[in-house]
């Protein structure tokens, strides 16, 4: 493949249209610098071939989600929901189970109780991508309610440890399922202008699981099974996604890959109300013919053409690593594990009612995510990571150094801490305020960005793409909840803590040198970044002239060296 190499700051080249505007014709846009150096120098960035192609179809990526885009959309989201419920509950469970199973939980049985979900999401968000190419988005999605109301069900009835283990591996099959698919069908749905926070729309229902199953399972402390009651809950949601999705359609550029050009029309025309006949027969050509791209007779060897074309296209390999890189950040930085074990950690410290703590945690956790709902698209993917990476690093640095001045002696299943009144320490404090600090800086930036992970692929590699990010989420979130109390006994918290600060720092530099500004931006306008480098500076400009293009702005600035934007 030849890529073009030399991308410099400077002046660049879009290729668009809009409402008023046709043909192919590029805009070059000056950009002002403080460089005098490069004032002079082109970075020409033009579209590759697509299924967004910078064509009449601009009105088709402006324009604002129709009532069907935003009912799939939230329908679909209750996937993400499931994701958080799960999440939540079991945090409270650890701490409610007690006796039940006949004995105290130690602290290894509650990893493996808490890693039974996370392994089964690992092994079922390696087939699903496949999977969702052959059968359909929508069937794929309604197989998952059906695992999570077994898996759910199973543990209502469960009296032994292995039962409960086996209840938890069963709905990791769903929870797997439902994290991969449900970013992919909502991405295929939306408008370019508005991928982000539609996207965003199932991060909010994750973290809206959470906080249910937190408030849900701090009421439930004093009654008896209460955590069965819980755990039963989970059974309503995925029930209600099931029967929704039998009366609503499949994604069109699934429908077009199995040559259902019929049904793919119907919901184009009700997907984008305003497009006209013959906007919506190009755009079905346009699908049609990137379906014929990626060589092979079936979905299998598809499959595996688009396996090889991950590793081998260089642009499709950056997006590959951005992806994965950003999963593994969203795991390894330590949530997952407050997540899971933030009951335990607060019980640990020496708080009464644990559940209820965890709470104020878990309502950060959505808050700040309705916050990056509404400022992602505006303040950019890049940006909003380099924002709240470091506020991650730094309270991670703070609950290192506050667990070193309390006193606790891990022993068997229980941790002591060294307080002869009973209360809580000034220390102990100061881990709840760095956490809650910690959960706004997670949820702003790394809780929602890697789930754009769909936008890093072309058509033809998409579903393998999301499959592999989707599956290092999962890898990660196994390693995590399989050590992480482990840790805190051998290496203590402050040595946990610290080693997340390590990674987060780790992180940070990835952020910096590998991943481009990619707000506003067509899914083929990804790609031509991704071409020759990561091209951060080329991609920050970009994704700002996209932004004003698309605002049909016409100014010009006669002094030397000022922006000019000709749309």
């Known amino acids: 493949m030849e890529e073009q190499k030399d991308y410099q700051a400077g002046t660049f080249t879009i290729n668009m249209v809009n409402s008023d505007f046709s043909g192919d014709d590029d805009i070059v846009v000056p950009v002002k610098t403080s460089d005098e150096s490069i004032i002079n120098r082109d970075t020409v960035l033009k579209p590759k071939d697509d299924e967004d192609n910078t064509s009449m179809l601009m009105t088709f990526h402006d324009s604002k989600p129709s009532v069907l885009v935003v009912v799939l959309t939230f329908v679909a989201s209750i996937s993400g929901f499931m994701f958080g419920y799960d999440t939540g509950y079991i945090s409270s469970a650890l701490v409610a189970i007690g006796t039940d199973f006949g004995k105290t939980l130690t602290y290894g049985e509650k990893e493996l109780i808490t890693s039974a979900t996370s392994l089964g999401a690992l092994i079922s968000s390696i087939i699903a991508g496949l999977s969702a190419d052959i059968v359909g988005r929508r069937p794929v999605i309604m197989s998952s309610n059906i695992l999570f109301i077994v898996g759910s069900a199973i543990q209502c009835g469960a009296h032994s440890l292995w039962v409960m283990i086996g209840g938890r591996f069963v709905m990791g099959f769903g929870v797997g399922i439902g994290s991969l698919v449900a970013p992919l069908y909502i991405s295929e749905l939306a408008p370019t202008k508005y991928r982000g926070r539609l996207v965003i729309i199932n991060c909010l229902a994750i973290t809206g699981g959470q906080l249910i199953a937190y408030a849900i399972g701090a009421g439930l402390t004093q009654v008896n099974n209460g955590w069965r009651i819980l ?165 991670l640095v703070l609950c290192s150094i506050s667990f070193h001045f309390i006193d606790i002696t891990f022993s068997g299943s229980t941790a002591v801490i060294d307080n002869s009144d009973g209360s809580v320490s000034g220390w102990g404090i100061v881990v709840i305020v760095a956490m ?132």
């Not at 029930?239 to 429908?255: A, E, G, K, N």
């Not at 509404?374 to 303040?379: E, K, M, T």
């Not at 080693?499 to 992180?507: D, E, H, N, Y």
């Not at 040198?513 to 970044?529: A, D, G, H, I, T």
Request: charged share 15%; with cysteine; net charge positive.
């Open 436 to 567: 809650i600090c910690f959960a706004a800086s997670y949820a702003v930036g790394i809780g929602n960005v890697p789930w754009q992970q769909s936008e890093l692929f072309p058509q033809s590699v998409r579903a393998v793409g999301a499959s592999y990010a989707t599956a290092t989420n999962w890898a990660g979130s196994l390693v995590i909840a399989s050590t992480f109390l482990t840790m805190l006994q051998n290496i203590t918290p402050t040595g946990t803590f610290a080693l997340f600060a390590a990674i987060g720092v780790v992180s940070l530099v990835f952020v910096i040198f590998c991943y481009p500004e990619l707000s506003n931006l067509e899914l083929e306008e990804v790609q031509q970044v991704l071409t020759g480098g990561f091209n951060i500076v080329a991609s920050q400009k970009l994704a700002k002239a996209q932004r004003l293009s698309s605002k049909e702005i016409d100014v010009e600035k006669k002094s030397t060296g000022e922006a000019f934007i000709k749309v």
């Open 231 to 395: 755990v039963g809950l989970s059974i309503i949601p995925p029930l209600v996604q099931l029967v929704t999705f039998f009366f609503l359609p499949d994604t069109p550029r699934f429908l077009i890959s199995k040559g259902k050009i019929d049904e793919a029309e119907k919901v184009l025309k009700k997907t984008y109300n305003s497009a006209s006949d013959d906007l919506i027969k190009t755009k079905i050509e346009e699908l049609n013919n990137l379906n014929k791209i990626l060589p092979g007779n079936n979905p299998l060897q598809k499959t595996w053409n688009g396996i090889k074309e991950i590793h081998r296209v260089p642009s499709n390999f950056r997006g590959l690593i951005i992806a994965c890189g950003l999963q593994g950040i969203q795991q390894f930085t330590g949530w997952n594990s407050l997540m899971y074990f933030s009951s335990t950690i607060f019980e640990a410290i020496g708080f009464q009612d644990s559940t209820a703590v965890s709470i104020i945690i878990a309502g950060t956790n959505f808050i700040f995510t309705i916050v990056a709902f509404f400022v992602i698209d505006r303040v950019g993917r890049r940006r909003i990571l380099l924002i709240g990476i470091p506020g991650m690093i730094i309270m």
